[in-house]
């Protein structure tokens, strides 16, 4: 799945004067960025997914089991994209990435799944499922049983083994705790958003506005569906866990406030973007459907690119994350999704606003 959505991608993207024009706005430089990305980055993000089939393949539980290997193989791009400044980083170094960030982003996903798909799981069963994230990025913590408030069923340890290989790897990085604060905030801000946003019709949308009168006006001029949408990214994880791969510990928190809020409520409207007619079909809350218009969620989306990369200038390579970016958008608005749903047009407009 992983090596066909790609394929999609990449054959779409040199076919296509206007995606190829954006992905190359940095110069040749990027095409050789690409390529090793291609080369160097996916097919461990590729093996890093078979080893993690296998630990789902032995899920006792039928539903359990089906929404692993669905979060698994459906998202499987989710994992590769979380990879992506893995391209930056020495072979050793980029190896010892994957092994934190594939685990990792499994979780996110497989929960993810859970609270979007799965009938038995009831909303009082967010929080505690969403402790395993707390676990996997602090290994000092207790490991827990998730599913006391449910879904039913015994996973066969699928979701502590994959706490385990997180912080197994994440222990191996000199220094880890360095990054546990901003690892603390940004896994609470992912269970809010997951808690307030699968909740039922009308009662979310309250929810995720009386938490955004709470919380948001620190970031700025975020409307409640922006706020929401940063905070159910997963980015401002993996940039600063990207720095203190560079031991670069002092911007540890400038990387979390360069990708936080802009650049992940960036990247949860684009997924936002592709996922508009399964979120209908489902009944579930689109953060693209809450702008008035288009055009208003295409200058915002402008706005939020601008302040991402002014927020990377105080980066130690703020190059790594422009391309992240670059990579990050062309890949949604080249997903199989958006040619299914004939949003091209869209697509094309966004890369524009993006670029």
Not at 155 to 177: F, M, W
Request: charged share 25%.
């Amino acid at each position: 799945m992983l090596s066909s959505e790609i394929s999609w991608a990449i054959r779409r993207v040199l076919t296509d004067p206007q995606r190829l024009g954006f992905l190359f706005a940095g110069g040749l430089d990027d095409a050789l960025e690409l390529r090793r990305f291609l080369i160097d980055v996916v097919p461990l993000a590729r093996t890093a997914l078979a080893r993690l089939e296998l630990l789902a393949d032995r899920i006792p539980d039928a539903a359990l089991r089906e929404h692993a290997f669905s979060s698994l193989r459906g998202k499987a791009y989710h994992v590769a994209g979380a990879c992506v400044l893995a391209t930056f980083l020495p072979a050793g170094a980029r190896q010892h990435y994957v092994d934190v960030v594939a685990p990792l982003e499994t979780i996110y996903d497989f929960l993810d799944t859970l609270c979007d798909r799965h009938p038995e799981t009831a909303p009082q069963a967010y929080r505690q499922l969403h402790e395993a994230l707390f676990d996997a990025l602090d290994p000092g913590r207790d490991i827990r049983h998730y599913y006391t408030l449910g879904p039913p069923g015994d996973d066969g340890d699928y979701l502590v083994s994959l706490v385990r290989l997180t912080r197994r790897a994440l222990c191996r990085l000199a220094d880890y705790e360095t990054l546990l604060p901003y690892f603390s905030r940004a896994v609470e801000l992912y269970a809010d958003t997951q808690s307030y946003s699968h909740l039922p019709p009308g009662e979310r949308e309250r929810a995720c506005i009386a938490w955004h009168a709470r919380e948001g006006a620190a970031f700025g001029d975020l409307s409640w569906w922006e706020f929401a949408a940063a905070a159910g990214s997963q980015f401002h994880v993996y940039a600063p866990l990207y720095e203190a791969f560079c031991s670069d510990f002092e911007r540890i928190g400038l990387a979390f406030d360069a990708y936080f809020p802009a650049m992940s409520a960036l990247h949860v409207l684009l997924d936002s973007f592709i996922d508009q007619a399964e979120d209908r079909a489902h009944g579930e809350l689109n953060w693209v459907a809450q702008y008035a218009s288009r055009d208003a969620f295409l200058e915002r989306a402008h706005q939020l690119a601008r302040r991402a990369r002014d927020g990377f200038t105080t980066l130690g390579m703020p190059r790594a994350h422009a391309f992240a970016l670059r990579v990050m958008a062309l890949f949604y608005l080249t997903h199989p999704k958006v040619h299914a749903q004939n949003l091209d047009h869209d697509a094309i407009a966004l890369l524009r606003a993006l670029a």
